[in-house]
């Protein structure tokens, strides 16, 4: 009867850690964020002489750097804005300082291309689409 009542304990012990350790990993899961939680716009403030050939060479050399690898999802500049905008799109790790990520980003460019232009940093919401972003994938919701 005593041996009875240990696996008992034990049993009851063994659940109960089971439990507690499955809503711990429920607490840690990542939040599912929309796209559009993960969107930036970033406004360029061309001089207003710049010859299209060199805004075209400097747009060409938009690259994410090395420290950006792995929480930008990607970015464009849409043609109909003629370089007006960047948008940046983070993967749901970046999501909650893309505001902050999306300066850095272009201070590292500007610090590497030359006649880099002044920039602004949006705050407004930015719907996915063809004419912004529109990458798809299991990391948004």
Known sequence: MFRNRIWKIILVLI???ALLQGCN???EREVAYSRSDCIARVDFNWPKNIPYDEKVEIKHQIRIP???RGVVAGYTLPRHENGASIYIQYYPKGCDQKYGLSGKFMNELRSKIDGFPDFTVSKDV???STRTIDLTGSSWK
């Open 15 to 17: 659940s109960a850690i």
């Open 25 to 27: 990993e429920a607490g």
């Open 66 to 68: 090395d420290f950006l």
């Open 126 to 128: 930015i719907e996915p």
